[in-house]
């Protein structure tokens, strides 16, 4: 393949025959000047690909949102949970992406024509139809829309999807102050706080606010951050890295083994945030930074919160809490094995055994081979606490797939109703988010449920989905 082969499938329009033609080249092969010319031919074909995507979408969602059922079902609600559970996706991204190809190609002709061609890319694309979104609600002019479709397409030539954003805002600013007033009411109801894991047993909050109570919880923070090094410099800890006093806390956690089970597991919770590193690695460390103690206090004014209001807004008959997983040998210290944290993944040994200290245990037994929870019943319409607690630990999350929704706000849900023979078992019962829940009983989707706490989905169209078992001592 040569320089000016590579270079001609670049200039191509994107069609199956490109592609094919693109497959056969092995890039390792290439200049490093074609490699670059590779690379571009395949994201144009890429955004051909996405293109198509877009169509495929509005064929399974349609054209139109459904109409809106009120309790038993939503908008677009049965669309949405076909295309989340056959892409593995999250049912807001399922969401996301249907309202992204409806605008795209009921809309927005010359971009999608634009993604089809590979002049743009489907980041820009999502872009230009994200921020068309609120306009087309309140009803833009089509001249409007046009031109602003016109403007956005030539400034992508050049510049990354974020910078398109910034555009088209810019764009809607200038074309009328008086829409810019409800765009940014509007953002104000986008306000919102969303939790990401990091590597390393990090995890990263991140809150959209108002700017006033953004710079409000910030002065707090910061205040607090200042008042706390200035009390650790007086008590003669000039490093900062003082232990931290502990709070109480409400735990539950298990450790155990038996008979028929020679795996141990602990499984413990937690709402005590302000634990510390132990010496061993306090030597290690640098002084501490004002940003290091501004963190401490965002997690020490919650952890208040939390101790109280304690006996308030109980979860399945429990405080909020934080769950720890730790097998016995690491407790101990016999073994330094990660611990798990509930809604994030592995910590470090020497971190989750400080959690352990001022924790509160409850015992659990699983099964050696396959980690999961070993079973018992009941025969009981309402699950006894003990039974509950073991289902929570269990599942963790909504049973539905791909469904995060964590246990504290979940239902107790018997897979056969109760009211048609079901019984009040740990086979029977599992965790399902309120608008899951609603759409098993009153939306058409059938869940069969299992001994080892899998189970399996039928969608009203009759597409299967199942859902393992979950290990305990893996991430829900």
């Keep these: 393949m040569t320089a000016t082969q590579v270079q001609k499938l670049l200039e191509r329009s994107a069609s199956i025959e490109v592609l094919a033609d693109l497959v056969k080249i092995d890039p390792m092969t290439l200049n490093y000047s074609d490699r670059i010319d590779y690379l571009a031919a395949l994201e144009k074909q890429g955004a051909w690909l996405q293109a198509l995507l877009q169509i495929a979408i509005v064929a399974v969602a349609g054209v139109e949102p459904t109409v809106d059922q009120g309790t038993y079902a939503g908008v677009d609600d049965p669309q949405r949970e076909e295309i989340a559970s056959t892409l593995n996706l999250a049912p807001v991204t399922a969401q996301s992406r249907i309202d992204v190809a409806r605008i795209l190609t009921q809309h927005l002709p010359a971009t999608c024509a634009a993604l089809a061609n590979g002049e743009i890319s489907s980041a820009q694309a999502t872009a230009i139809a994200k921020e068309s979104a609120a306009l087309l609600r309140r009803g833009i002019d089509l001249d409007q829309l046009k031109y602003l479709e016109g403007e956005a397409l030539s400034y992508s030539e050049f510049h990354t999807p974020t910078q398109v954003t910034n555009k088209v805002r810019s764009l809607v600013a200038k074309m009328d102050p008086v829409e810019f007033e409800i765009v940014a009411a509007e953002a104000k109801l986008g306000r919102r706080v969303t939790l990401t894991t990091q590597p390393h047993g990090m995890a990263q909050i991140v809150a959209l606010l108002p700017a006033v109570e953004a710079q409000t919880i910030w002065i707090a923070i910061d205040k607090l951050a200042r008042v706390n090094r200035d009390k650790k410099t007086n008590l003669n800890f000039p490093d900062g890295h003082s232990p931290k006093s502990s709070t109480s806390s409400a735990c539950t956690s298990s450790a155990s083994t038996s008979s028929t089970c ?152 018997h897979a056969v109703a109760w009211e048609d023979g079901g019984r009040t078992s740990n086979e029977n019962l599992g965790l399902l988010c309120r608008r899951h829940h609603r759409m098993k009983t009153h939306g058409g989707w059938k869940l069969i449920s299992f001994e080892d706490g899998s189970c399996q989905w039928t969608s009203p169209i009759g597409k299967i989905f199942r859902v393992a078992a979950r290990r305990v001592d893996e991430l829900a």
């Design 262 to 413: 020679t795996s141990s597991t602990c499984t413990s919770e937690m709402n005590n945030v302000g634990q510390e590193f132990p010496d061993f690695i306090l030597a290690n460390l640098e002084p501490m930074t004002l940003d290091q103690f501004r963190a401490d206090a965002l997690a020490q004014i919650a952890d208040k919160f939390l101790a109280d209001s304690e006996d308030q807004n109980l979860a399945h008959g429990r405080p909020v809490t934080l769950n720890l997983t730790l097998d016995l040998p690491t407790f101990l210290g016999l073994k330094e094995n990660p611990g798990l944290l509930a809604g994030y993944g592995e910590i470090p040994a020497s971190v989750a055994r400080l959690l352990a200290t001022d924790a509160k245990w409850k015992r659990f037994i699983t099964d050696p081979v396959t980690g999961n929870l070993m079973d018992y019943g009941r025969l009981t319409y309402e699950p006894p606490q003990a039974l509950v607690d073991f289902v929570v630990a269990r599942d963790r999350r909504c049973r539905f797939p791909g469904c995060r929704q964590p246990a504290r706000i979940c239902d107790i849900d």
